[in-house]
């Protein structure tokens, strides 16, 4: 966890609405002064963070460590490429189906199907041809590792790494 940089780490800040006076002055209609308790803080000058909650920190807790993940035993007889495949990235999954040599490619997102396409396998390099809404036509190439597939994608000239885990 990370100390959140809007309350320093205490978990309360300045009322934004006093100005940390703990009161509010307000000229009346007569000219008169009049002085009364901020509504916001009741007096105390301070409100607890909007940012963090009154926690002081933000972020996950990677004091706990997250339990590996560990990967559905396949059969035998199982095609090593055929299934759900989840995306690292975004959320989404690819659904393999196996089409003669070679296999029949859709995409997933959280809006539903988002792209589709073919994939052929070479050893354990797999080569994704694929045609989305966001992106037009791409080619992936992977390499497969036990229950995952390991590679990158050229965004704007830039490799960004893709893995698929199998689900």
């Known amino acids: 966890m990370t100390m959140c940089a809007s309350c320093s780490g205490r978990g309360d800040t300045t009322c934004h609405s006093c100005g940390g006076r703990g009161t509010i002055q307000r000229l009346t209609s007569n000219g008169d002064m009049d002085i009364s308790t901020c509504l916001v803080c009741g007096g105390k000058r301070r409100i607890r963070c909007q940012f963090c909650g009154g926690r002081g920190t933000v972020g996950p807790d990677m004091t706990a460590p997250m ?3 560990r990967a559905r ?3 035998p ?3 090593a490429l055929e299934g759900r495949w989840a995306a690292a ?3 989404g999954y690819y659904e393999l189906v196996k089409d003669g040599s070679q296999y029949s490619v859709t995409e997933y997102g959280p809006m539903g199907e988002t792209g589709s396409g073919r994939a052929t396998r070479s050893g354990d390099v797999v080569t994704l041809h694929i045609t989305n809404m966001l992106l037009g ?5 992977l390499r497969l590792k036990g229950d995952a597939l390991h590679g990158s994608l050229n965004v704007m000239g830039i490799p960004m790494p893709f ?3 199998r689900e």
């Open 67 to 69: 339990p590996p993940k």
């Open 73 to 75: 035993p396949r059969a």
């Open 77 to 79: 007889d199982e095609d």
């Open 89 to 91: 990235q975004g959320g």
């Open 137 to 141: 036509a791409f080619t992936l190439s």
């Open 163 to 165: 893995v698929l885990t």
